[in-house]
């Protein structure tokens, strides 16, 4: 078989007469879909004062906030997903003479045994050593008996109580009362802005009483 010569010939591109080439306008991006531009910023719009200054800083419910603590003893609070906020209602409560227990309910087992009782702890044994068991302290009760002089009281902080089940959140809404000087705060869940509910409403211990 011959071997085939493949001639490539070059095709000038058409030529137009000035007559023929439409004027094409040119549109700026600040110029596209200013309609749709517009109604979008109509609809975003500041409804407080909160959305200028922004939500990051203390809101004058500070007040509201101390006084409830004191009234219910034991708080239900809803913080933002970015966190932070809850941060500055801790230290007013600092500044009030209280101590804190931070302790993360995931893990936590039984909370009256935890709490106020002498516990349990299995340490690992990697399968050669014999199993122990060792007893810590209750955890509540051990911290009372280490505050100083003019403590004021003991905040125990709950993260992730939205894993408790509805028996062991009415331990905790219970709890100030076997030890007055202790204060609950449980961080139950979250929501837009910071928002508090007593923890006993949440429990469903009012509507029982």
């Known amino acids: 078989m011959g071997s085939r010569a493949v001639c490539i010939q070059r095709v000038a591109p058409p030529c137009f007469e000035a007559s023929q080439v439409k004027k094409i306008k040119t549109v700026g991006p ?5 309609r749709s531009n517009r109604r979008r910023s109509n609809g975003v719009r500041c409804s407080s004062i909160a959305d200028y200054i922004g939500g990051d800083l203390v809101k004058p419910d500070i007040g509201r906030w101390l006084q409830d603590v004191e009234e219910h003893k034991a708080i239900a609070i809803y913080a933002p997903h970015e966190g932070g906020y809850e941060g500055r209602y801790l230290n007013r409560l600092k500044m009030q003479g209280y101590y804190f227990l931070d302790i993360s309910a995931r893990g936590l087992g039984d909370p009256e045994t935890t709490l106020l009782k002498n516990y349990p702890v299995c340490p690992a044994h990697l399968g050669k050593q014999p199993i122990a068991r060792w007893y810590y302290p209750p955890e509540v009760d051990y911290r009372l008996s280490a505050l100083p002089p003019g403590a004021k009281g003991l905040v125990l902080w709950v993260l992730e109580a939205k894993v408790l089940s509805k028996s062991e959140l009415q331990f905790l809404a219970l709890l100030p009362s076997l030890r007055p000087n202790v204060r609950v705060i ?7 802005k910071f928002v508090w509910k007593p923890l006993a409403e949440i429990a469903n211990l009012a509507a029982q009483e």
């Open 186 to 192: 449980a961080e139950c869940g979250n929501w837009r």
């Open 30 to 34: 600040s110029f596209v879909n200013t």
